[in-house]
Antibody
Framework: QVQLLQSGAEVKKPGASVKVSCKASGYSFTGHYIHWVRQAPGQGLEWMGWINPNSAGTNYPRKFRGRITMTRDTSSTTVYMELSSLRLDDTAVYFC????????????????????WGQGTVVTVSS | DIQMTQSPSTLSASVGDRVTITCRASQSISSWLAWYQQKPGKAPKLLIYDASVLENGVPSRFSGSGSGTEFTLTISSLQPDDVATYYCQQYNSYSLYTFGPGTKLEIK
């Protein structure tokens, strides 16, 4: 079945970087964009960007540009999200999520609804 | 940037009740709206996409409607398993997707 399996919890100091992995299985890895969404303790959901596993193209909202990098490894069907210059308010659960839309090499429907989610990775930033 | 609001922020209802949650966008998003259910300690689950299309495997008591700037999620007969927080999310903008603040649904 379609599954996204994320790496384990991380504890980091302010100013450090964290890299979270998301291994996809059960579907065509290059056919679906992967998004990252985070949730601070007791708060709502915040979209952090997407990566196209086929082309490695990325899209980040202004808030995270310059601090976030998404990459992929097609041989291991794994997507990575690295966040640098960590601050205390980056403490959150980080989720990867598969876009519902299937993208062929020539056509990609409207992106944006997320049909499969990873289990979440807790990142704690503490001095 | 498109802003999303939801009402109410908290909702308490009885088993069997019909429940409605409203989501509003700060500008028209056509039908590019999804609804998610999130239970404590779990990842969100897609319920509805394109404003009214039920995701595979989601019980038929859930339904979505609306277009433009106003949308609703309806549970026709509330069940104990529906206790959760519900989020709407717009995907009209190719480069920026935003979630509503959530509606916490409780059983009376």
């Amino acid at each position: 079945q379609v599954q996204l399996l994320q790496s384990g919890a991380e504890v980091k100091k302010p100013g450090a970087s964290v890299k979270v992995s998301c291994k996809a299985s059960g579907y065509s890895f290059t056919g679906h964009y992967i998004h990252w969404v985070r949730q601070a303790p007791g708060q709502g959901l915040e979209w952090m960007g997407w990566i196209n596993p086929n082309s490695a193209g990325t899209n980040y909202p202004r808030k995270f540009r310059g601090r976030i990098t998404m990459t992929r490894d097609t041989s291991s069907t794994t997507v990575y999200m690295e966040l640098s210059s960590l601050r205390l308010d980056d403490t959150a659960v980080y989720f990867c999520a598969r876009d519902r839309a299937y993208c062929s090499p020539t056509h990609c429907p409207t992106l944006g609804s997320f049909d499969t989610w990873g289990q979440g990775t807790v990142v704690t930033v503490s001095s | 940037d498109i802003q999303m609001t939801q009402s109410p922020s908290t909702l308490s209802a009885s088993v069997g009740d019909r429940v409605t949650i409203t989501c509003r966008a700060s500008q028209s998003i056509s039908s590019w709206l999804a609804w998610y259910q999130q239970k404590p300690g779990k990842a969100p689950k897609l319920l509805i996409y394109d404003a009214s299309v039920l995701e595979n495997g989601v019980p038929s008591r859930f339904s979505g409607s609306g277009s433009g700037t106003e949308f609703t999620l309806t549970i026709s007969s509330l069940q104990p398993d529906d206790v959760a927080t519900y989020y709407c999310q717009q995907y009209n903008s190719y480069s920026l997707y935003t979630f509503g603040p959530g509606t916490k649904l409780e059983i009376k």
